[in-house]
T-cell receptor, first 113, second 115 residues
Framework: GDSVTQMEGPVTLSEEAFLTINCTYT??????LFWYVQYPGEGLQLLLK?????DKGSNKGFEATYRKETTSFHLEKGSVQVSDSAVYFC????????????FGQGTTLQVKP | EPEVTQTPSHQVTQMGQEVILRCVPI?????FYWYRQILGQKVEFLVS????????KSEIFDDQFSVERPDGSNFTLKIRSTKLEDSAMYFC?????????????FGQGTRLTVV
């Protein structure tokens, strides 16, 4: 079945460091791919998305490119801030016709000043 | 900005008791979902609901679980007889028209603790 695998955390970076969080997926058909972020004490918020191969999603300085050849959707940011500290979830919209999301296990990012 | 709201934010219940988790989806949305996140684990799909019926459910969503949209605005998840392993954060989500072209919006979650 469809699945998402994320790099294990926690990831600890200093402010202004470069961030990469790896995400790979297994799916039939052509899924849409998402990154959600969960700030402490809050719910899940959509960070960015890509709906077809080679699409690049971007928001708030974060980017991810849908790579069909490597089945990947890695999240990157050139210069992280303390306020980026959160849990990041990679997800795909499954090939079922209900729109359900399948999530990776989440990666905790801690940015230190 | 419209949002999905969930109540309560935290519920503590005794094992074997029934609980109802409540959600108010965004008003013009058509697709509704429940997910759960056991502490430290991934977010897992429970059930999707469309046109007043369940459209898909996971293996987790057994006979102890049920969903309802009683009045056209609320969307509830009922657990009939809670078990310790039901302790988790439960997220409600809703999505508008255009199954494949719109994003799901999530509520803040209800933390359920079964003691």
């Amino acid at each position: 079945g469809d699945s998402v695998t994320q790099m294990e955390g926690p990831v600890t970076l200093s402010e202004e460091a470069f961030l990469t969080i790896n995400c790979t997926y297994t799916a039939t058909g052509y899924p849409s791919l998402f990154w959600y972020v969960q700030y402490p004490g809050e719910g899940l918020q959509l960070l960015l998305k890509a709906t077809k191969a080679d699409d690049k999603g971007s928001n708030k300085g974060f980017e991810a490119t849908y790579r069909k050849e490597t089945t990947s959707f890695h999240l990157e940011k050139g210069s992280v801030q303390v306020s980026d500290s959160a849990v990041y979830f990679c997800a795909l919209r499954a090939s079922s016709n209900t729109g359900k999301l399948i999530f990776g296990q989440g990666t905790t990012l801690q940015v230190k000043p | 900005e419209p949002e999905v709201t969930q109540t309560p934010s935290h519920q503590v219940t005794q094992m074997g008791q029934e609980v109802i988790l409540r959600c108010v989806p965004i008003s013009n949305h058509l697709y509704f979902y429940w997910y759960r996140q056991i502490l430290g684990q991934k977010v897992e799909f429970l059930v999707s609901f469309y046109n007043n019926e369940i459209s898909e459910k996971s293996e987790i969503f057994d006979d102890q679980f049920s969903v309802e949209r009683p009045d056209g605005s609320n969307f509830t998840l009922k657990i009939r007889s809670t078990k310790l392993e039901d302790s988790a954060m439960y997220f409600c989500a809703s999505k508008g028209d255009g199954l494949m072209n719109t994003e799901a919006f999530f509520g803040q979650g209800t933390r359920l603790t079964v003691v």
